[in-house]
T-cell receptor
Framework: QKEVEQNSGPLSVPEGAIASLNCTYSDRGSQSFFWYRQYSGKSPELIMSIYSNGDKEDGRFTAQLNKASQYVSLLIRDSQPSDSATYLCAVNSPSGNQFYFGTGTSLTVIP | GAVVSQHPSWVICKSGTSVKIECRSLDFQATTMFWYRQFPKQSLMLMATSNEGSKATYEQGVEKDKFLINHASLTLSTLTVTSAHPEDSSFYIC??????????FGPGTRLTVL
């Protein structure tokens, strides 16, 4: 079982819709969770981090964490074509020494 | 804050030569830096974890004698691809661990070996 799993997509949503990206992780002791966005040919950039159960909002982005279900999600409201990218979920090991990435979900926002 | 730079951003070299890539944390100190490789349309692949003042930890299947890593200071790690071959052509990305265990990525170095 992989440490972090994501649906590779591709996920397509119309402009203005809500995009929902999901991620599950295997190590129940993990404490830190991150979402990165990677445009084609570029390196990943941090969008959000979340450490506690519940929702965390930052502009059009909302990260949701459910440790009991070992589930992290990212919602993008009012999706824009510029949001088209690959979204990577990342999880720290309980010790903090390992950092596991999912394979990424490709999102396309259709104008 | 939390800016990581890489140099060079792209490099073309002849087969058999060595290439050094620098990764710097510009506004924070990073005891740990990571080196990744990414082939087109594929996932990030962790190559090694670099800790300041100690030997790097390489992932399984990564040749430590081919990919030399030096983390000499809290703001600089280098990756040297020795005796590069065309199959080493890839996008090399470093990251530095900042506060709250967050990783911040450099912009990447595109290596093409002829």
């Amino acid at each position: 079982q992989k440490e972090v799993e994501q649906n590779s997509g591709p996920l397509s949503v119309p402009e203005g819709a809500i995009a929902s990206l999901n991620c599950t992780y295997s190590d129940r002791g993990s404490q830190s969770f991150f979402w990165y966005r990677q445009y084609s040919g570029k390196s990943p950039e941090l969008i959000m981090s979340i450490y506690s159960n519940g929702d965390k909002e930052d502009g059009r982005f909302t990260a949701q964490l459910n440790k009991a279900s070992q589930y992290v999600s990212l919602l993008i409201r009012d999706s824009q074509p510029s949001d088209s990218a690959t979204y990577l979920c990342a999880v720290n090991s309980p010790s903090g020494n390992q950092f596991y990435f999912g394979t990424g979900t490709s999102l396309t926002v259709i104008p | 804050g939390a800016v990581v730079s890489q140099h060079p951003s792209w490099v073309i070299c002849k087969s058999g030569t060595s290439v050094k890539i620098e990764c710097r944390s510009l506004d924070f100190q990073a005891t740990t830096m990571f080196w990744y490789r990414q082939f087109p349309k594929q996932s990030l692949m962790l190559m090694a974890t670099s800790n300041e003042g100690s030997k790097a930890t390489y992932e399984q299947g990564v040749e430590k004698d081919k990919f030399l890593i030096n983390h000499a200071s809290l703001t600089l790690s280098t990756l040297t691809v020795t005796s590069a071959h065309p199959e080493d052509s890839s996008f090399y990305i470093c990251s530095a661990r900042g506060t709250a265990d967050t990783q911040y990525f450099g912009p990447g170095t595109r290596l093409t070996v002829l």
